[in-house]
């Protein structure tokens, strides 16, 4: 616990460094720092690629395109993420962390915009879920990724996607039974293949 208050204070005087250093450096406000940069037609395209009504998946309240961030500029999934490798669920990036980078640019964007919007109004972003288990299954993201199982083992190429989807994929038993992803034989055939323990109280407790 107090590792913890430690780390908080660490941080909390890290940030008010950076304040004041740009305030003594005279450094433009977020907004105005934003209001300066034009996004790309790259950016452009990739916002409207993600609010195509006929791309597959949900849509989502922010168009945020994956195959943009996570495979043009190779952003890192537990930036956004982040405790995957500590907890048994995957977080959903906060407001404040992608202001953290929107604050700056993107701004004639529609989608940061309505972000900015979130962010004035104090109020999180109810994404759309894609991925969902049954309750009785309790999968752990922190086990995984201590393993060094890669997010796109589950998710599919998210660093191409537009939009995210569940992506098909179906495994063969050997008696010819069909296991579509995420389905109890698929998980199972994949725990076989790494000597993982099949047990049922693995996932099941």
């Not at 999180?124 to 309790?138: A, C, D, M, S, T």
Request: glycine share 6%; proline share 6%; net charge positive.
């Amino acid at each position: 616990m107090r590792a913890i208050r430690l780390r908080r204070r660490w941080v909390e005087a890290a940030c008010a460094g950076v304040v004041a250093a740009a305030l003594v450096l005279g450094l433009p406000r977020p907004e105005r720092a934003g209001a300066q940069a034009q996004s790309s037609d790259k950016a452009r395209a990739a916002q409207a690629a993600a609010a195509d009504d006929a791309a597959p998946g949900p849509k989502q309240p922010i168009p945020f395109n994956h195959a943009l961030h996570a495979g043009e500029y190779k952003i890192d999934c537990q930036y956004c993420h982040s405790g995957t490798d500590r907890s048994r669920m995957a977080g959903m990036p906060s407001v404040e962390v992608c202001m953290g980078c929107h604050s700056q640019f993107g701004q004639d964007l529609e989608g940061v915009q309505t972000l900015k919007k979130y962010w004035d109004e104090k109020k999180p972003i109810y994404w759309e879920q894609v991925f969902r288990l049954p309750e009785h299954v309790k999968f752990r993201h922190n086990r995984h990724v201590a393993k060094g199982i890669p997010c796109q083992r589950c998710h599919g190429p998210i660093e191409k996607m537009d939009r995210v989807s569940m992506t098909s994929d179906t495994v063969w038993w050997p008696w010819l039974l069909p296991s579509q992803k995420l389905e109890m034989g698929w998980c199972i055939q994949c725990h076989r293949a790494n000597q993982a323990s099949q047990d049922c109280l693995t996932c099941h407790n």
